[in-house]
């Protein structure tokens, strides 16, 4: 029985968060010049490690830039990125108190 209940628990699939590339829109914030950003997601071993963003439209800093990834979140410095989904995070700039949530868009 013991073994039966082993073999359950190491059946079960780890919980993984991921990010699907394409061009994210924010669709709420607290500043009018936040950019939309182009995301590609960099996988290692099928887990998420990273994810490269360009910046489009007009916008200051145009990249692409990196963002390593742990449980839910990539970040670098003041830029954090909080996946809640395949298809959408929060964007949180914390050097300029701004804060975005995007959604992809459809290609």
């Not at 939309?36 to 960099?42: A, E, M, S």
């Not at 996946?83 to 959604?103: K, M, P, V």
């Amino acid at each position: 029985m013991k073994n039966a209940i082993l073999f359950i628990l190491l059946s079960v699939p780890t919980l993984t968060f991921g990010l699907e590339a394409g061009t994210y829109q924010v669709v709420e914030g607290n500043n009018e010049s936040i950019c939309p950003q182009l995301v590609t997601p960099i996988l290692q071993e099928g887990e998420l490690v990273a994810i490269k963003v360009v910046y489009v439209g007009d916008c200051y800093y145009s990249g692409p830039f990196e963002y390593a990834c742990y449980d839910q979140e990539c970040k670098d410095g003041d830029i954090v990125f909080q996946i809640d989904g395949e298809r959408s995070y929060r964007w949180l700039n914390h050097s300029y108190d701004i804060y975005g949530r995007f959604q992809r868009t459809a290609d």
